[in-house]
């Protein structure tokens, strides 16, 4: 019976992870969270155990961002100590929700995770194309979803999405989700969304097979298609129309690369990440204070003309995950983290043939937001750190 109540929280618990629109001063999520920890507790009557590697560079990402909270420079603006006090409680909850699912594997229902997670994905795209126009949903109790938060839902819940679905309605219908799932990218307006969802879809697709044989069979099948079909009039002619951001990418870089306000605001951001680091290298600004942090930026890189000496530019997010948390939390931030990212992708790459089908879309999703996170600052949305707290679980499953 208690098992049966666990199973039932961590339903709404992914629900609310992959439908992240329901607010009461923060996502619903966190109000469900004590509750799941409360009946597991009680379950298990244990408390959370620390012993393995993994847990531990997840501590060490919490130290680290403690002390980019409490080092910050006196040289710094004098509201930087507050800005960072503001979010240093996510950082510690992150810590602590891969930490329980680390401790507590045994008791997380896979299959009850991954319904609330298609539900919820399912609900995220209607309200993002139906819903969040209306002026209902427009209160304090409800959050509409911008175009970066939608992509970055897509990128890391569509490999579970799609392998659910061909579990529980069988192939066919599972074709059909990915190609919806993947229209929704392209419609999205994201360039990464468009790219990263259909490639994660299909590997999650491909994936789902025993024999490490058909999956390279399938593969390659897939890249002759690809091979013959991307440069036809056809298929550009529809990229063109689903997303033109995505068409430039793909059959214009250079222009893309010379002149795109967007990917050129990303090098500029970079640029001042260096900066900041090459001032601050052991804490970095303190959390939340990369915008708070001005530099006269160099521009050096080409089209630098089109961004640096814009206003506000100073204002603008890191852009990149990987050099914010440079930027902000410095090396006690950055490395723990790097590490974290890594052992989760080795240890999958390693173990590729031997995961079962099950598991692996847990970590296309993980590799997916990885490559995503390098052009957008998404890593402080929690769902990435629960999609990082499942590959930790994994892990831990075939520890014991």
């Known amino acids: 019976m208690m098992q049966k109540r666990i199973d039932r929280l961590m339903f709404w618990y992914s629900f609310a992870m992959s439908f992240p629109v329901i607010l009461i001063f923060q996502n619903i999520s966190i109000y469900i969270f004590p509750f799941i920890l409360l009946k ?5 009557g244990r408390f959370i155990s620390i012993k ?16 980019s909270t409490f080092n910050i420079s006196d040289s710094l603006p004098s509201n930087s100590l507050m800005r960072a006090l503001e979010v240093l409680p996510n950082y510690l909850y992150w810590v602590l929700l891969i930490l329980f699912f680390t401790s507590y594997s045994e008791y997380v229902n896979l299959e009850e995770v991954y ?11 209607f309200f993002y194309f139906f819903l ?6 427009n209160s304090f109790l409800f959050k509409n979803l911008s175009q970066n938060t ?10 579970i999405t799609v392998w659910y679905a061909q579990k529980r309605y069988g192939l066919s219908s599972s074709v059909i989700i990915l190609f919806i799932l993947a229209i929704c990218g392209f419609l999205s307006g994201s360039r990464s969304g468009s790219l990263l969802t259909l490639s994660g879809g299909t ?21 002759i298609v690809l091979f013959f079909t991307i440069n036809s009039s056809e298929v550009r002619s529809v990229i063109l129309k689903l997303n033109p951001r995505t068409y430039e990418l793909l059959y214009e870089s250079k222009k893309t690369f010379d002149q795109d306000r967007s ?27 990369f915008t708070n942090y001005q530099v006269n930026l160099p521009g050096k890189f080409e089209g630098a003309e089109f961004v640096v000496n814009k206003k506000n530019i100073d204002r603008k997010s890191a852009h990149n995950s990987y050099f ?37 879309p847990i970590f296309v999703g993980i590799i997916h937001m990885g490559i995503h996170l390098y052009f957008i600052y998404a890593i402080l949305n929690v769902f990435a750190w629960f999609l990082l707290g499942l590959g930790c679980m994994i892990i831990v499953k075939y520890k014991r």
């Open 40 to 44: 597991v507790y009680e379950l298990s």
């Open 52 to 67: 393995h590697t993994i847990q531990f560079l997840v501590i060490a990402f919490g130290i680290g961002a403690l002390i």
């Open 115 to 125: 319904k609330g997670i298609f539900w919820g994905l399912i609900s995220s795209i």
């Open 132 to 137: 969040q126009g209306f002026s209902v949903f």
């Open 150 to 159: 939608f992509a970055f839902l897509l990128i890391c819940f569509s490999p």
């Open 203 to 223: 590997i999650a697709l491909i994936l789902n097979r025993r024999s490490i044989g058909a999956v390279f069979i399938s593969s390659f099948a897939i890249f």
């Open 263 to 289: 990917y050129l605001t990303r090098l500029a951001q970079v640029e001042k990440s260096l900066i900041i680091f090459s001032k601050f290298p052991l804490s970095g600004v303190g959390l939340n204070n």
């Open 324 to 360: 914010g948390f440079l930027a902000e939390g410095g090396l006690v931030l950055i490395v723990p983290f790097i590490l974290l990212l890594l052992y989760i992708m080795i240890w999958f790459f390693s173990r590729v043939n031997s995961v079962l089908p099950e598991y692996r």
